[in-house]
C-alpha cells in the first residue's frame, strides 16, 4: 500500500505542530496554577515583565525568541530561554511519537488507524505530561484538570489496546487481564486495574511514610507526599498499562534518587517534586526503543510467577 507522503514531511509537520504545542504549554503553566488568568483571556501573550502584549511574529515557537536574542522587544528585559527550550522539547517528543508510531518500520508512513490512534493517544500524553511536570517543578502542585480530566480520554482510548502493549512479547507480558472480556472491555478493565493498583501503592507508601518520618510529616502539614502523585499515578497506569507502568515507576525512583543525590552533594537547598521524575519515567517507558523493552521483559519474568504466563 504505496503512501506518498514522505516520512521526513511527516516528522517535519510533527515537529513544527510540537513546537506550538509547546508554544500554548508555556501558556498553560504560567496561567493555570494563576486563577487570575484564564487561558484564553486575555488572548495574546504578554511579556511577563512589561505585560505588554506581544506581536504575531514574537510569538512564534523558537524562532520568535531567537530573533529577539532572548529580549523583549519593549522593555528589553530578558525573556526566559525556559520557552524556547519547552516549545523545543515538546518539537522534539512529537517528532519521536510519531516516528516511533507510523514511520518507524520503513520508508513509507504506515496507514494502520490503529497506528494512528496510538500515535494519538501518545501525543496526547505528551501534551498533557509536559505541563503537569513543569506546574508541580514550579509550585509542588498537580492540578486535577491535568490528572483527572484526561481520564476522560484516556479511559475510552485503552479500548484500542495497542499502545498498551506495544513493542512487549504478549505471550510473555500481557498485560491484559481479564481475557474472558471483548478485547476492547479487557482494555478499559486493564488500565483501571493498572491504575488504581499504581495509585493505591502508592498511597499506601505515602501513609507508611507519614509513620516512619512523623518529624518530616508534621513539618510538612500532615502529608510526606502530595495526594498529587497518588492521581498522577492513577493516571499513568491508565495510559501505560501494568507492565510498563512497573517500568516508568523504576525509572522515577531511580532519577529521582540520583538527582536527589546530586543535589545534596552540591549542597543546595533544592527540593525536587517527585512529579516531574514520574513524568520523565513514564515517557520513557512510552518512547524508548523497542530494543530496551527487553529489559522490561526480562524483569516480568523475574517478578512473575511461572504458571500465570496467559
Ligand atoms: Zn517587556
Redesign the pocket.
Known amino acids: 500500500m504505496a503512501r506518498a507522503i514522505p516520512p521526513a514531511f511527516i516528522l517535519g509537520m510533527a515537529a513544527i505542530m510540537g513546537s506550538f504545542v509547546g508554544s500554548f504549554t508555556n501558556v498553560v503553566v504560567y496561567r493555570l496554577p494563576r486563577n487570575c488568568l484564564s487561558i484564553n483571556n486575555p488572548k495574546r501573550s504578554?511579556?511577563?515583565?512589561?505585560?505588554?502584549q506581544l506581536a504575531a511574529k514574537d510569538n512564534i515557537p523558537i524562532l520568535g525568541w531567537v530573533a529577539l536574542l532572548g529580549k523583549?522587544?519593549?522593555?528589553?528585559?530578558p525573556?526566559s530561554a525556559r520557552y524556547p527550550l519547552v516549545e523545543s522539547l515538546v518539537a522534539t517528543l512529537f517528532a519521536i511519537v510519531v516516528w516511533r508510531g507510523m514511520v518507524q518500520d520503513g520508508p513509507e508512513v504506515t496507514a494502520d488507524w490503529h497506528a494512528w490512534l496510538t500515535t494519538l493517544t501518545m501525543l496526547a500524553s505528551v501534551g498533557i505530561l509536559v505541563p503537569l511536570a513543569l506546574i508541580d517543578f514550579d509550585l509542588t502542585i498537580i492540578p486535577d484538570e491535568l490528572s483527572i480530566y484526561p481520564l476522560a480520554f484516556f479511559v475510552p482510548m485503552a479500548a484500542q489496546v495497542t499502545h498498551l502493549r506495544q513493542d512487549l512479547d504478549i505471550s510473555m507480558a500481557n498485560p491484559l487481564l481479564f481475557s474472558r472480556l471483548p478485547e476492547w472491555a479487557n482494555g478499559v478493565c486493564s488500565a483501571l486495574v493498572a491504575g488504581a493498583a499504581g495509585a493505591g501503592t502508592l498511597w499506601l507508601i505515602g501513609k507508611m511514610g507519614n509513620v516512619l518520618f512523623r518529624e518530616k510529616a508534621k513539618a510538612m502539614g500532615g502529608e510526606t507526599m502530595g495526594f498529587g502523585d497518588v492521581k498522577l499515578l492513577f493516571l499513568m497506569g491508565v495510559m501505560l498499562g501494568w507492565p510498563k507502568l512497573l517500568m516508568a515507576f523504576g525509572i522515577a525512583v531511580i532519577l529521582g534518587a540520583v538527582i536527589g543525590l546530586a543535589l545534596r552533594l552540591a549542597a543546595k537547598n533544592l527540593y525536587v517534586p517527585f512529579g516531574p521524575f514520574l513524568v520523565a519515567g513514564t515517557l520513557a517507558a512510552l518512547l524508548l526503543p523497542s530494543e530496551l523493552m527487553g529489559v522490561v521483559e526480562w524483569y516480568i519474568r523475574l517478578i512473575t510467577p511461572s504458571g500465570v504466563k496467559p
Open positions: 504578554f511579556c511577563p515583565s512589561c505585560k505588554t523583549c522587544r519593549y522593555c528589553k528585559k525573556i
